[in-house]
């Protein structure tokens, strides 16, 4: 007689959403008329000299086999973006042509049964409008405007899901304080004065978009990075955690929720931006320790870092830090809107963290899910890798491994995960033992140990 081993089952509710999110520069290729394809020609902007070429080939329509491994991996929503500078190649001239692509997927999409979330803007800009200055010109709000209103009339018939710009925060501090993204500024003043563009061109978005479509869903993807001070008993180190965490952190989500910008000892009121957001898009990916750093004025005397004990991944970028995510669901929580998780993953080449990382990744999201927090829906960043900014092919995020040159896709096993996931709407003690072994006894203790002995 066989005996069925009972499992443990993190259920999510009926009609929990499953995706995967990709954006347009880093999967299509062939881009040549936005501020980042004349970034990646520029020596010393891109690591190894790498750029985006052609991608994952999705212009030249590999979209159509990668949205069938969205199928087939269970998952029933994707989130794309579209490539304004494909779509308004010079002010106020319309691509019909790139209109019929993003078309053409959506559809395809729709048509496999998924719900598709579209991207408005995800860091890249036309080439036309950062020559008008991109985000520190004041006419910029009202570009975009112009540009959200043309595709949300052209693609409502596919998209109910909307996000009018991707990473606010992250795009603001790396163009205009980092200066490692286009166009390469590092000035206080203009990453205030883009910020204040961004949340006008954003409310203006929002307003646009339910003129055109009154049931739209609107909101941005929120990257938020949890942080905790170095050393807990230092007063400096706790006080620049909480600086460093409410500069970054609320710089975007507050200013459409109360209409008022605050950014390092400045502030403006944006009264049009209050209540712009009909769900809360949250993008997490690690949590940083922070320590006071007189070495680091540009970045309020503290340096962030991981502990070398941390579980990094292989380029060090970033560490497997799942409380982090709770940190980050509260955070969303307490704008009492929808949550959906827009991004969540790690590179990591040889797929060896990826699995564990999922497993207590989707943990938090269930215990949230199960605190009743309105969590909708998981969109794991990526479904393939793709060409990673400033870091070019250096790191890989997907599911799927690519070969650039060959366009050969290769399934991780992280991809069976997921998709065991998605499929059954739930994570289960087997699935955890089988893809991620190394962490089951902290994920499942056993009846024996002394904590469970207290409970
Ligand atoms: C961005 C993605 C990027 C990912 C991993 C996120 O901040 O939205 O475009 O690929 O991080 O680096």
Known sequence: MVTRMIE????FPAGFKWGTATSSHQVEGGNNNNDWSKWEQEPGHILRGHNSTIACDWWGGRWEEDLDRV????????????????????????????????????????DRGLEPMLTLHHFTNPLWFMEQGGWLDPDSAQRFERFTRVVVSSLKEFVNLWITINEPNVYIYFAY??????????????????????ARAHAAAYRAIHEIQGHARVGIAHHYRAMRPSRQANPIDRYLTNLRSRSFNNLFPKIIQHGQLRLLGKKTQIPEAINTQDFFGLNYYTLEHVAFDLRKPREIFSRGFFPPNADQSPTGFMANEPDGFLDALKFAKSFKLPIFITENGIEDASDEIRPRYLAQHLRQVWAAVNFNWKVEGYYFWTLVDNFEWERGWTQRFGLWALDPETQIRTKRRS?????????????????????????????????????????
Not at 82 to 106: C, H, K, M, T
Request: hydrophobic share 35%.
């Open 8 to 11: 443990a089952m993190h259920y």
């Open 71 to 110: 199928v087939e991996g269970g998952q029933n929503t994707h989130r794309i973006s579209v490539e304004w500078s494909r779509i308004e190649p010079s002010p106020g001239v319309w691509d019909d042509n790139a209109l019929g692509f993003y078309r053409q997927i959506l559809k395809s999409a729709v």
């Open 177 to 198: 304080i980092e200066g490692n993204f286009p166009p390469g500024v590092s000035d206080l003043g203009s990453a205030f004065t883009a910020a204040h563009n961004m």
């Open 415 to 455: 991809a069976d995960f997921y998709e065991k996931v998605c499929k059954l709407n739930g994570l289960s003690s087997e699935m955890v033992h089988k893809y991620a072994p190394e962490i089951f006894s902290e994920m499942f203790p056993d009846g024996g140990q002394r904590d469970f002995v207290s409970l």
